[in-house]
């Protein structure tokens, strides 16, 4: 084969100029190990995040756009900021236990918004939401009655009907999944 290197050494291996072949390079796939479900059960590949930086449905001064809703948060924001913290807290806490501490906050101290920005931020965090047109804080100091009329829009964009809580927007999530129940047997 190449005739200045002794016979031995060329039926083993290429010359050393030349690339080593393909078959030297051969390397064990790598191991898949399956999805290991979250506390949810469900497999990490089908759980997909939320995207980031994404733009809230509505400004955060169009409270007219609801006005029962604006209405309703100007003379009792303690009720939106109920039902919105147990939509956000996934139902772990009652609308009339977030309500109720809200308002005495707000009624011992002045500042209710120091629990709303709080709520606000997680909010943004679970739906990926951009922190404008400034921080949470600033928004909820500055324009609570605004603030809280745009996090309600939100979940209601999402699809959420604030009204019947957490628990009822599960079952009725539930029951838009389920197939239509079909009779036994046969019939003619």
């Known amino acids: 084969m190449y005739p200045s290197l002794p016979l031995e050494y060329s039926l083993r291996s290429p010359p050393p100029s030349a690339p080593p072949p393909l078959y030297h390079q051969q390397t064990p796939p790598p191991q898949r190990r399956p999805p290991q479900p979250h506390a949810t059960g469900v497999p990490a590949q ?91 804080c600033l928004v909820h100091f500055f324009c609570e009655p605004c603030a809280l009329c745009q996090e309600y829009r939100e979940l209601k964009h999402r699809g959420f009907d604030i009204s019947i809580g957490w628990e009822g927007n599960m079952e009725r999530q539930n029951d838009v999944h389920m197939p239509p129940m079909a009779p036994g047997g046969m019939y003619r």
């Open 46 to 136: 089908h759980v997909t995040p939320p995207p980031l930086n994404v733009n809230w449905s509505s400004s955060l001064c169009a409270c007219c756009s609801d006005v029962p809703n604006c209405c309703l948060t100007c003379l009792c924001p303690c009720i939106t900021f109920g039902q919105i913290a147990e939509i956000i807290d996934q139902g772990n806490t009652s609308c009339g236990e977030h309500g109720a501490l809200y308002a005495l906050i707000q009624a011992f101290t002045g500042c209710g918004c120091l629990y709303s920005c709080t709520n606000r931020t997680k909010m943004r965090s679970q739906f990926g939401l951009r922190e404008n047109p400034c921080p949470d």
